[in-house]
């Protein structure tokens, strides 16, 4: 157990409805990130946040999607409208320092009909 | 482009005999290596973490072994054991960069009894 903690585990949605994702990170951890990761493929960087600052976003992170952490504690990460194309398994990661192990939650894993 | 690339993608081996898993990189400018496990359905869990003046580190019965001037590492699993199967995926950070990690695709090992 890494101590990082995600809600859902599972989420099935229909095409165009909105769902949001919990990561619930270390405390100490000042460094969040969210990535996707589809079968049989590495995870693929979405946004990173250092504290409640939202630092860096892919280009993969269209406008749908939308990521927030207030008070630099835990992060959600909503996508509307969903399209067949986000159904994957979301992951959160936190670390301390830029060298520091990435520590994963066990992730979402969304699917869209 | 920054790539990673992982070999075999899969591979089959008897419990208790060892095996090696390959990870070339053009990462560049090179920060550290890892490699991360990753059992199916959960996030991945760190094994180990290299920087460029490394050559080798080990967790248990994982032994990985960088060499930057070629760009190459390699993760190797000693007397295999059922709880190695999972997929392990080799990451590069990039130097200077908050976030510039690039994932392999990882290689899929399942230890047969």
């Known amino acids: 157990d890494t101590g990082v903690s995600q809600d859902p585990r599972h989420k099935i949605t229909k095409r165009g409805q909105n769902v949001t994702f919990r990561c619930d990170p270390i405390?100490?951890?000042?460094?969040l990130y969210w990535y996707r990761q589809t079968l049989g493929q590495g995870p693929e960087f979405l946004t990173y946040?250092?504290?409640?600052?939202?630092?860096?976003k892919s280009r993969l992170l269209s406008d749908r999607f939308s990521a927030e952490r207030p008070k630099g504690s835990f992060s959600t990460l909503e996508i509307q409208r969903t399209e067949q194309g986000d159904s994957a398994m979301y992951l959160c990661?936190?670390?301390?320092?830029?060298?520091?192990?990435?520590?994963f939650g066990n992730g979402t894993r969304l699917t869209v009909t | 482009k920054n790539q990673v690339e992982q070999s075999p993608q899969s591979l089959i081996i008897l419990e208790g005999k060892n095996c090696t898993l390959q990870?070339?990189?053009?990462?560049?400018?090179?920060?550290?290596l890892r490699w991360y496990k990753q059992d199916t359905g959960r996030g991945p869990v760190s094994l180990t973490i290299?920087?460029?003046?490394?050559n080798t580190k080990s967790n248990g019965r994982y032994t990985a072994t960088l060499d930057a001037d070629t760009k190459q590492s390699s993760l190797h699993i000693t007397a295999s054991q059922l709880s190695d199967s999972a997929s392990y995926i080799c990451?590069?950070?990039?130097?200077?960069?908050?976030?510039?990690?690039?994932f392999g695709g990882g290689t899929r090992v399942l230890v047969k009894p």
């Open positions: 990661a936190g670390s301390q320092q830029f060298n520091s192990p990435l520590h």
């Open positions: 405390s100490e951890h000042n460094r």
């Open positions: 946040f250092q504290n409640e600052a939202q630092l860096e």
């Open positions: 990870c070339n990189y053009t990462v560049s400018p090179f920060s550290n």
């Open positions: 290299m920087t460029f003046s490394e």
């Open positions: 990451v590069v950070s990039e130097e200077a960069a908050v976030n510039k990690l690039t």
